[in-house]
């Protein structure tokens, strides 16, 4: 890659000259160059994935082990660095500018675009201005409201999954050494339900693929997901396996774009090509229909093998590796697939032809995100989808597995480390031998229960590693009214959004180092870890010069606070932590298993991988030692009269919560975020029009009754969706996601299955 100044020449290595041609690339190139300028884009995506560069802190999809390309990075990764690395700043004179209620006022898409947080902030009880605060000062607030709390649980801590290892374990030490797990996180209302049915079944709550498994599969299953806009690094590797002989199967309510055909920008073939056809068979199945497909195609596979014994199930691994299969044989007797029709829209033929790719497939890899992790059943639904791998033997062999496609970039690290409201005995253990401490055995809260504890008034600190807390919650009026009765929310960010504004009494904000930048403590360039979404470990380190010499490493802030609020004294040695991160390393090594060697291995090339039982050894440390076949109720979602199911999810242009823009260019929505995705069969029963404008209200039958939340000034989109089921984006309909609508067992809020009816719009 090169530049010069003239943001026009800026180009990308052996694809210039196409660049322009390619809509992905360019799009990546300008939002680089209007943030960042040309100069500063050219030295920041050259660092993008490399071995001495920075780890994306787009998303979790790991980076080719081996021969990296020179650019390895996609058009949304690409985004969420230029977001990053922007040159704008957001100083103490602009919250001089801007009064709070002002900045309330604003949309969360212009309080980013604000640019990068420069100065520790401090909004004090009745102030109507943020102002400038020193850190130490900041601290002191902290520890002051620490030392007047009645009870340690009277704390909460919430992580975002872009913090480092070494800031997510200091982070989870500081919590636990004030006396809570009160640990909430993003992954509560992400891939909890994975977490939740992965650890009962095989008893590991991360996914057993590699990148060299999915390129060696034959049968790739691709649900409850949308690579194209939220992974799209991952569709270089599945062009890769489809040219290995691949078959992919998308079971999506929608077409998504990207799963569909895939254009390379990286290629030439990509540039100038009509591109890969990608998907070879859609399955467009109704919200909420996966488990019943899953179950339908089990009950299919039982008759193929009891048609022709032998040629099906996997006995061998049955027999040696799996706990419950007759009854879960038993369950499948009962399988009706009429019912099996009706709940996911399908086919007879369509399902058959699917439980046949399962029967004849090798080697077959299951992929899965949100579509999977946010209904009700969704820990029945990935029990269901893992006990159909199972039947079949594919755990813990070359090409296949299953894979749960993570989100945020280091979320399945945080959780390594221990953030988590439930950390198991063993580490707990290992914690407090290692520092002297002693941590509570007591749960903490989640995400959602976290909420109710502030709606109680029960809690009087609440700070946030990262994250936009009350716009990601769902029931975002409710959330909004929790976090208002804290005393104090802290958050540690590096860009504004909505939850600096929606405060306790008094509310800090502390300016933090993101990826890109260059993090160097007393003279020392300090590098962290993060794990991907497939258990590799690896170093990132920042190169940009921070937006202010006031900002400070997520690992020294946490220390820093450590250390104001133990004093001297604290069997933990917080000075130290905070200004070599090797030494957490050499903690971690002791007190997590898999780490041996962490600060020699993560030094090589690709890092390393962690353990992963089944996936190695098939081993399984589960209550009985073997795959638990998952032993759940049929579920599924049948539409009300009248009503329509809405799910919420992200467009092309925006990061969780951050809106870059208001295109959804893949789905050909331009221009407006405030619509709704509706099959044109059911705007016309509505005797609605597509471009009208309405109101979404949601209805839930709660424990008092029936409660409605109401959006306000809709567009009506007529949409390839499945009839009865509409779409809609994140985090704009939040506010109809109500707080007790969460997944059984795992308390995930249910943002992809609302029930809803639609009225004319109010405003
Ligand atoms: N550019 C970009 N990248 C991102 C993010 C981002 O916001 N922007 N977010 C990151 C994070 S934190 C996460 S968790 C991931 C999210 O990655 P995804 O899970 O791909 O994100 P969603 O937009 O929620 O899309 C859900 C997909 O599931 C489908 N779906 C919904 N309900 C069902 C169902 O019942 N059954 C089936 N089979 N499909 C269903 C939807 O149609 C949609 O295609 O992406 C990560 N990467
Ligand atoms: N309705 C509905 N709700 C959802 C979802 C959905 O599909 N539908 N998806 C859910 C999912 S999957 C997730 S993961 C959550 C996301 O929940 P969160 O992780 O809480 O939200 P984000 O929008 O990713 O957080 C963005 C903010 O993080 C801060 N930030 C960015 N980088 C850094 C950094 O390096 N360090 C620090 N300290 N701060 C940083 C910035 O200030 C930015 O404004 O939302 C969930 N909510
Ligand atoms: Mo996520």
Known sequence: MSATKDPDSVHVGHVKGYAAGVPAVAVALRRGVEQMGALR????????????????????????????????????????????????TVTPEFFATHSVDDLRERSGYWLSQQGRLTHPMYLAPGDDHYRPVEWENAFELIAAEVGAMDTPHQSVFYTSGRTSNEAAFVYQLLARSIGTNNLPD?????????????????????????????????????????????????????????????????VNPLPEAGLMRFKDPQKIGGVVGSGTKLADDFLQIRLGGDMALFRGVARLLLDAERAQPGSVFDHAFLTAHCAGTDDYLALLEDVDLDEVVTATGLSRAQIADFAEAVATSQRIVLCWAMGWTQHRHSVATIAEGTNV????????????????????????GDRTMGIY??????????????????????????????????????????????????????DTEATAAALSRCNLTVHVSTKLNESHVVTGHAALILPTLGRTDKDVIDGVPQRVSVEDSMSVVHLSRGSLPPASPQLRSEVAIVCGLARTIFGSGHPVDWE???????????????????????????RRSDGFVLPHPPRDDRE?????????????????????DGRLILQTLRSHDQYNTTVYGHDDRYRGIKGNRHVVMINPDDISAFGLHAGDR??????????????????????????????????????????????????????????????????????
């Open 421 to 474: 409201e439930k950390m198991p005995e063993s580490f707990l253990t290992a914690l407090d031998k290692e520092f002297g401490i002693t941590s509570p055995r007591e749960h903490g809260y989640d995400t959602v229960a976290a909420i109710d504890a502030m709606a109680r008034g029960e809690v009087r600190l609440f700070m946030a590693m990262g994250g936009n807390f009350v716009s990601a919650s769902p």
């Open 186 to 250: 993003c992954s509560n209302m992400c891939h909890e339900s994975s977490g939740t049915a992965l650890g009962e079944s095989i008893g590991i709550g991360k996914g057993s693929v590699t990148v060299g498994d999915l390129e060696a599969a034959d049968l790739i299953i691709i649900a409850g997901q949308n690579p194209g806009t939220n992974h799209p690094r991952m569709l270089s590797v599945l062009e890769k396996a489809k040219h290995n002989g691949a078959r992919i199967v998308a």
């Open 389 to 412: 791998l199972l039947l079949r033997g594919m755990l813990g062999k070359p090409g296949a597995g299953l894979c749960p496609v993570r989100g945020h970039s280091n979320v399945q």
């Open 576 to 602: 130290h932590l905070g200004t070599d991160y090797d030494t957490i390393r050499d903690h971690i090594e002791r007190v997590i298993p898999g780490f041996a060697d962490f600060n020699t291995r993560v």
């Open 694 to 763: 309405v109101d979404i209200v949601s209805e839930f039958d709660g424990p008092d009754g029936r409660e409605e939340r109401r959006v306000t000034g809709f567009e009506v989109v007529s949409y390839d969706t499945p009839r009865g089921n509409a779409a809609a984006y994140y985090p704009e309909t939040n506010p109809l996601v109500p707080l007790r609508s969460v997944a059984r067992y795992s308390n995930t809020p249910v943002s992809k299955a609302v029930v809803i009816r639609l009225e004319p719009a109010t405003s």
């Open 41 to 88: 884009t050219a030295q920041t995506l050259i660092k993008l994935n490399q071995r001495d560069g920075f780890d994306c802190p787009g998303c979790a999809w790991p980076e080719t082990p081996g021969h990296r390309k020179h650019a390895e990075f996609c058009e949304n990764g690409a985004k969420a660095v230029a977001e990053e690395a922007t040159r704008r």
């Open 620 to 640: 399984f440390d589960t209550s009985t030692g073997k795959a638990n076949f998952g032993l759940h109720p049929l579920e599924w979602l049948p539409v009300p």
